[in-house]
């Protein structure tokens, strides 16, 4: 039971954590919106000049247009993050419910996380290439499209083969 003990406060410790991204994600989607009622009032009422706004959030081009596209791509990556997450947090929380990782119903849930984690990764990309050819066709630069997305297959993987081993965990356990 020592182990057990070892593992239980590491989940704790990764349920923290999670909360903490979480909080991080709303705050990041927050200030993306903030950035875009920014921009769009720069923009419509002028009270900014569109060089000194694009500034503002980054970006060296003079567009409204790029400097949209690049807090939108913000936008899009704290929200698939924060699904992400907030997916993390249902898990750890069935996780502490049991008292034990090895169980058949976590597991299995650990499993549709991983999933999740990639499909949201693939999802976050699509989206801001979208956003990049619409900057594009709408005159700001693709100088934003050159961010680098990627799909951390490690933790994917790593993530499914500790659900099959918690689920096996959790056969022996009921065997016993």
């Known amino acids: 039971m020592e182990?057990?003990?070892?593992?239980?406060?590491?989940?704790?410790?990764?349920?923290?954590?999670?909360?903490?991204?979480?909080?991080?994600?709303?705050?990041?989607?927050?200030l993306c919106l903030v950035a875009l009622v920014f921009l769009l009032l720069a923009d419509t009422l002028g009270f900014i000049e569109e060089a000194e706004a694009v500034r503002m959030v980054g970006k060296m081009d003079e567009t409204f247009t790029t400097a949209y596209c690049a807090v939108a791509m913000g936008m899009v990556n704290c929200l698939t993050a924060l699904f992400v997450t907030r997916k993390w947090l249902v898990y750890?929380?069935?996780?502490?419910?049991?008292?034990?990782?090895?169980?058949?119903?976590s597991g299995k849930f650990l499993g549709k996380v991983a999933i999740f984690s990639f499909i949201m990764s693939l999802v976050a990309i699509v989206l801001s290439a979208i956003i990049a050819a619409v900057s594009e066709l709408l005159g700001g630069s693709l100088e934003i499209a050159n961010v680098k997305y990627t799909v951390d297959i490690s933790t994917v993987i790593f993530s499914l083969l500790l659900s099959n081993v918690f689920m096996y965990g959790a056969t022996v356990k009921k065997e016993n």
């Open 92 to 105: 750890f929380k069935m996780e502490e419910k049991d008292g034990t990782p090895f169980s058949l119903e």
């Open 3 to 30: 182990y057990l003990e070892k593992i239980q406060k590491i989940m704790k410790l990764f349920k923290i954590l999670a909360k903490i991204a979480f909080v991080a994600c709303i705050v990041g989607a927050s």
